[in-house]
């Protein structure tokens, strides 16, 4: 079993006179950033000059730097930048700077696993993957706790590699929900994984597919919308809280029974065989190769096409109207 620490096993003492150059003000970037900050870290953030996030970082209270600026004056580079621009940021402004001594930081394995990005023999290669969006580190950490996180060290030149990376961990809050030991690796491909098959992709396809599959039985699509979707918080919160059997114990009987012998039929063999298609596509570097490609043509457009398919689906229409029935002052989309 991996090593697991909690809040009460670290300190901040190894990390308290380093300096964390946190480079992005994104929704990760700006919690992580504000979080070591508010913990008594030295942090600076470094950004592109006049870009959009400047001086929203600055109103919020932290010391602003170009990239390179930031990265020369950091103990520990955190990289909190989109995946596909993380490797020509790193290499234009961040490699000149990272000197023998210092340590390279991420909140994803992939630019260190698929090699986009390959540091100095001389620096530390560390990362913490905070298991929540970057809203929800801040809002655990402003309510005296934290969001669950992964850690990794790649490489320890330093020495000192663990105690940088947990006293990060310890830092944004996560340590307060309890940390993890994982790889790059690991960390990467269950990931993309969990994205592509569960979270987002599986997900969303179920839903859709329900969906689709009551509507052309004749029923009306308000109904259908309450039924596969709306729903699915309800039962996803009672998961996460209790655990899956924990779940079937707080629904209907009917659900119950439905639930636990038919949830199979839905999602069975086949299906099972399609994810570990997805999955030895992650594993051999297929979806890095495809993903890099398609955005190296395309940018962010290689993927608005197909959020253009979804939004002319009939479940987002239909639940645009429904949701700005139920929350009527808030700006719902």
Known sequence: ????????????GPI???????????????AQASNMRDSGLKVLVGLRKGGRSWDVAAKEGHKVLEVADAAEAADIVHMLIP?????????????????????????????????WIVPPDSVDVIMLAPKAPGQRVRELYLQNFGTPALVAVQRDASGGAWNRILGMAKATGCARAGIIETTFKE???????????????????????????????????????????????????????????GMYRRVSETARYGGLTRGERV????????????????????????????YGRE????????????????????????????WPREAVS
């Open 267 to 294: 999602i069975g063999t086949e299906v099972k065989k399609s994810m570990k298609k997805t999955l030895g596509d992650i594993q051999k570097g297929n979806f890095a190769k495809e993903w890099v490609e398609a």
């Open 1 to 12: 079993m991996s090593r697991m620490w909690h809040d009460e096993q670290l300190s901040l």
């Open 187 to 245: 960390e990467v491909e269950t990931d993309w994984f969990g994205e592509q098959a569960d979270l987002c992709g599986g997900v969303d396809r179920l839903v859709r597919t329900a969906f689709e599959t009551l509507v052309e039985a004749g029923y009306q699509p308000e109904i259908a919308y309450f039924e596969c979707l709306h729903e699915l918080k309800l039962i996803v919160d009672l998961i996460q809280k209790y655990g899956i059997a």
């Open 299 to 326: 940018g962010s457009r290689a993927f608005e096409k197909y959020l253009g398919e979804l939004d002319k689906h009939q479940i987002e229409e239909v639940g645009r109207r429904l949701r700005s029935i139920m």
């Open 83 to 115: 995946d596909m621009e993380q490797s020509r940021v790193y290499r234009e402004a961040v490699a000149p700077k990272l000197t023998k001594g210092k340590a390279l930081s991420f909140s994803h394995g992939a630019a260190i696993h698929w090699r």
């Open 16 to 30: 308290r006179d380093q300096t964390i150059a946190v480079i992005g003000y994104g929704i990760q970037g700006a």
